[in-house]
């Protein structure tokens, strides 16, 4: 998709100056004054930008190189079948279409090189402008519009351009707005000062940290085409967005220990290394918002570990803006342009959603995206995978669009827990039941090898299923945690009913408990969402609550079932901990390691016979208090 949109140069609309004003103060619609032997005119020498007459050709070092690269690039991809294989639209039937016309650069030539504009960042030799999606109001009148300036030669305007083909809902048409804040100049940023510290501190290790993310991160969780991103990387690095590469080298942090060469060596800071990076991206989302910024966002919210949820939900809500605007909500696979692009929007909409609805069920706040707001086909396997993909890349492909899939089950259980409008015996009958029976839908889908990991617990050797295996019993335990709320609130349930239902919630916890036991130490090392780090913590906090509402003497409760798995999540995590340096069980050890010990050493050496009328007395001499019991889920994240 083109990046920017210009129109042609205009004359002067009088003949007071023997030459016209340069293109720079064109745009910045200032006056033009030549000083003299000076190659440049006075504001082009104060803003640093090059002078460049109308129907002069430039020369400049900067188009030089960018269209060194665009050559370089289109040398390198040119087959067009090594890349993934998009079908067309089951909807509307593929035919034949006229080629797009190049936009600035003739990138949409090949179908790799788009990719050099998408993640050309505030320090790359970038276009000035950047595309702006036209909103449904106003589509029909900007299409009649643009249709007659493009008919008259003499008057000028923003041009827009369509994709898609269709009128009404399916049209979809873009317009070029300004890129940077005016009066800014894009030569050197904030993003690239911070990059280049973070670069200064883990030379010479950089190249290895970004094939680390391409084989590891990527492989599970694809935002880029490996090859040309290090094609990139390796040839034109001063073309990606400095704020993309902070992000994936403070990602990789979390991955040092498991590099075999990386792992004898010191790493480094790593809070410091994550501010660099947060600050870069920032600077960047303020200075020049694009593509490469929606990127950044999810390596950086994706990035391990979690110690700001404000701050993630920040950049998820702006990502989520930034992705309507840029019309990632909308299905590409019928619009003119290369399929490597339209596969880059697909990829790009697919993980920003499985990010934000993750990130809901783990913060507690409704999610950025609603359903019925976008129709992005979801990723399928022949999207993924391209003709020469090796088994693993296959297997790892079958594991995301099963995470992807599984998402869309994860938003119906959303709906159910943040809409407060919910109709009238919603949540008392068929529709609850429908959440189960969604769940166990998608189950039966599943291709065979996805099926073990999510029945049997198996083939979790495959990248990403372990991910992929703990985000299925999060679900089905808060499926079961619905069920037991709604039968307590009917009031009149039996209370064999209500002892079964409590005996299903725990057994799904049980199950979180003992897949945390069985890890071994390649699945530690392998791709985790960080909301992994919420799952337990919300399995040992149900595991309390089943204990302190099933038993009703101290004895019951020393000898609870649910509490000694509370305290076998916790002993496991700890193991990891200590041994492995994995972090994704510290939310749950700093919230609930001394709750457990305080309700298990008030409970020791208590006979189970002993009889106690009212658990309140228990609570309120021996047990902490409940503030004690249940800290704030805010307190471990204060002064980060």
């Given at each position: 998709?083109?990046?920017?949109?210009?129109?042609?140069?205009?004359?002067?609309p009088?003949?007071?100056?023997l030459?016209?004003a340069?293109?720079?103060?064109?745009?910045?619609?200032?006056?033009?004054?030549l000083?003299?032997?000076?190659?440049?005119?006075l504001?082009?020498?104060?803003?640093?930008?090059?002078?460049?007459?109308?129907?002069?050709?430039?020369?400049?070092?900067?188009?030089?190189?960018?269209?060194?690269?665009?050559?370089?690039?289109?040398?390198?991809?040119?087959?067009?079948?090594r890349?993934?294989?998009?079908?067309?639209?089951?909807?509307?039937?593929?035919?034949?279409?006229?080629?797009?016309?190049?936009?600035?650069?003739?990138?949409?030539?090949?179908?790799?090189?788009?990719?050099?504009?998408?993640?050309?960042?505030?320090?790359?030799?970038?276009?000035?402008?950047?595309?702006?999606?036209?909103?449904p109001?106003?589509?029909?009148?900007?299409?009649?519009?643009?249709?007659?300036?493009?008919?008259?030669?003499?008057?000028?305007?923003?041009?827009?351009?369509?994709?898609?083909?269709?009128?009404?809902?399916?049209?979809?048409?873009?317009?070029?707005?300004?890129?940077?804040?005016?009066?800014?100049?894009?030569?050197?940023?904030?993003?690239?000062?911070?990059?280049?510290?973070?670069?200064?501190?883990?030379?010479?290790?950089?190249?290895?940290l970004?094939?680390?993310?391409?084989?590891?991160?990527?492989?599970?969780?694809p935002l880029?085409?490996?090859?040309?991103?290090?094609?990139l990387?390796?040839?034109?690095?001063?073309?990606?967005?400095?704020?993309?590469?902070?992000?994936?080298?403070?990602?990789?942090?979390?991955?040092?220990?498991?590099?075999?060469?990386?792992?004898?060596?010191?790493?480094?800071?790593?809070r410091?290394?994550w501010?660099?990076a947060?600050?870069?991206?920032?600077?960047?989302?303020?200075?020049?918002p694009?593509?490469?910024?929606i990127?950044?966002?999810?390596?950086?919210t994706?990035g391990?570990?979690?110690?700001?949820?404000?701050?993630?939900?920040?950049?998820?809500?702006?990502?989520?803006?930034?992705?309507?605007?840029?019309?990632?909500?909308?299905?590409?696979?019928?619009w003119?342009?290369?399929?490597?692009?339209?596969?880059?929007r697909?990829?790009?909409?697919?993980g920003?959603?499985?990010h934000?609805k993750?990130?809901c069920?783990?913060?507690?706040?409704?999610?950025?995206?609603?359903?019925?707001?976008?129709?992005?086909?979801?990723?399928?396997?022949?999207?993924?995978?391209?003709?020469?993909?090796?088994?693993?890349?296959?297997?790892?492909?079958?594991?995301?669009?099963?995470?992807a899939?599984?998402?869309?089950?994860?938003?119906?259980?959303?709906?159910y827990?943040?809409?407060?409008?919910?109709?009238?015996?919603?949540?008392?009958?068929?529709?609850?039941?429908?959440?189960?029976?969604?769940?166990?839908?998608?189950?039966?889908?599943?291709?065979?090898?996805?099926?073990?990991?999510?029945?049997?617990?198996?083939?979790?050797?495959i990248?990403?299923?372990?991910?992929?295996?703990?985000?299925?019993?999060?679900?089905?335990?808060?499926?079961?945690?619905?069920?037991?709320?709604?039968?307590?609130?009917?009031?009149?349930?039996?209370?064999?009913?209500l002892?079964?239902?409590?005996?299903?919630?725990?057994?799904?916890a049980?199950?979180?408990?003992?897949?945390?036991?069985?890890?071994?130490?390649?699945?530690?090392?392998?791709?985790?969402?960080?909301?992994?780090?919420?799952?337990?913590?919300?399995?040992v906090?149900?595991?309390?609550?089943?204990?302190?509402?099933?038993?009703?003497?101290?004895?019951?409760?020393?000898?609870?079932?649910?509490?000694?798995?509370?305290?076998?999540?916790?002993?496991?995590?700890?193991?990891?901990?200590?041994?492995?340096?994995?972090?994704?069980?510290?939310?749950?050890?700093?919230?609930?390691?001394?709750?457990?010990?305080?309700?298990?050493?008030?409970?020791?050496?208590?006979?189970?016979?002993?009889?106690?009328?009212?658990?309140?007395?228990?609570?309120?001499?021996?047990?902490?208090?409940?503030?004690?019991?249940?800290p704030?889920?805010?307190?471990?994240?204060?002064?980060?």
């Amino acid at each position: 998709m083109a990046e920017a949109f210009e129109s042609p140069p205009e004359p002067r609309p009088y003949r007071s100056h023997l030459r016209p004003a340069c293109l720079q103060c064109r745009r910045r619609k200032s006056r033009c004054k030549l000083e003299q032997h000076s190659p440049r005119c006075l504001m082009c020498s104060v803003h640093g930008t090059p002078c460049e007459f109308p129907g002069q050709e430039s020369n400049s070092p900067q188009r030089q190189r960018k269209a060194a690269v665009r050559q370089r690039i289109a040398s390198r991809w040119t087959e067009e079948q090594r890349a993934p294989t998009i079908p067309p639209n089951p909807i509307s039937p593929a035919e034949p279409r006229p080629t797009p016309p190049a936009g600035p650069g003739g990138l949409e030539s090949h179908p790799q090189a788009p990719l050099a504009d998408l993640v050309a960042g505030v320090g790359g030799v970038e276009a000035r402008d950047s595309s702006h999606i036209v909103g449904p109001a106003v589509t029909g009148d900007t299409q009649v519009l643009s249709q007659y300036l493009s008919t008259e030669p003499g008057v000028s305007g923003r041009p827009a351009r369509a994709w898609g083909r269709g009128g009404g809902r399916a049209s979809v048409m873009f317009t070029s707005v300004r890129k940077h804040p005016l009066g800014i100049s894009s030569h050197q940023t904030v993003a690239q000062q911070k990059n280049q510290v973070i670069e200064k501190l883990l030379e010479p290790w950089l190249e290895e940290l970004i094939d680390l993310y391409l084989e590891k991160v990527n492989l599970c969780f694809p935002l880029l085409e490996p090859s040309s991103f290090r094609y990139l990387y390796r040839n034109e690095k001063e073309n990606i967005s400095p704020s993309l590469l902070a992000c994936i080298y403070a990602h990789m942090m979390a991955f040092w220990r498991w590099s075999p060469r990386l792992s004898a060596h010191h790493c480094p800071d790593v809070r410091f290394i994550w501010n660099m990076a947060s600050e870069a991206l920032y600077s960047e989302l303020y200075l020049s918002p694009g593509i490469a910024t929606i990127i950044a966002i999810l390596i950086n919210t994706g990035g391990r570990p979690t110690t700001s949820m404000i701050g993630n939900s920040v950049q998820l809500g702006s990502a989520v803006s930034l992705a309507h605007s840029l019309g990632l909500n909308r299905d590409p696979l019928d619009w003119d342009m290369q399929p490597s692009e339209k596969l880059f929007r697909i990829k790009l909409w697919w993980g920003l959603l499985i990010h934000d609805k993750w990130c809901c069920l783990a913060y507690g706040t409704p999610s950025h995206i609603r359903r019925g707001q976008y129709d992005v086909p979801t990723p399928r396997l022949e999207y993924l995978c391209s003709q020469i993909a090796t088994p693993q890349e296959v297997a790892a492909s079958s594991v995301y669009v099963a995470l992807a899939t599984l998402t869309e089950t994860l938003d119906n259980y959303l709906e159910y827990l943040y809409r407060l409008d919910l109709p009238e015996g919603f949540a008392g009958g068929k529709n609850v039941a429908d959440l189960g029976a969604g769940l166990d839908n998608w189950e039966e889908s599943l291709g065979d090898d996805v099926r073990r990991i999510i029945i049997r617990g198996t083939n979790l050797h495959i990248p990403g299923a372990a991910n992929l295996r703990l985000a299925y019993l999060s679900i089905r335990l808060h499926g079961r945690k619905i069920e037991l709320d709604i039968e307590k609130q009917k009031g009149e349930s039996a209370e064999g009913s209500l002892a079964r239902h409590y005996l299903q919630v725990r057994r799904a916890a049980e199950e979180i408990v003992l897949f945390v036991q069985e890890l071994e130490e390649r699945h530690l090392g392998d791709f985790w969402l960080p909301v992994a780090a919420f799952a337990f913590a919300s399995t040992v906090t149900f595991l309390l609550r089943c204990a302190l509402e099933t038993e009703n003497s101290a004895g019951g409760l020393a000898q609870s079932a649910s509490l000694r798995l509370a305290k076998d999540l916790i002993t496991a995590l700890a193991a990891y901990r200590q041994d492995a340096g994995w972090d994704l069980g510290d939310l749950c050890l700093a919230q609930y390691t001394e709750v457990v010990d305080k309700l298990l050493s008030s409970t020791a050496g208590v006979s189970p016979s002993t009889a106690i009328p009212e658990l309140q007395e228990l609570v309120m001499s021996d047990i902490p208090d409940v503030d004690e019991l249940f800290p704030s889920l805010w307190d471990m994240f204060e002064g980060t």
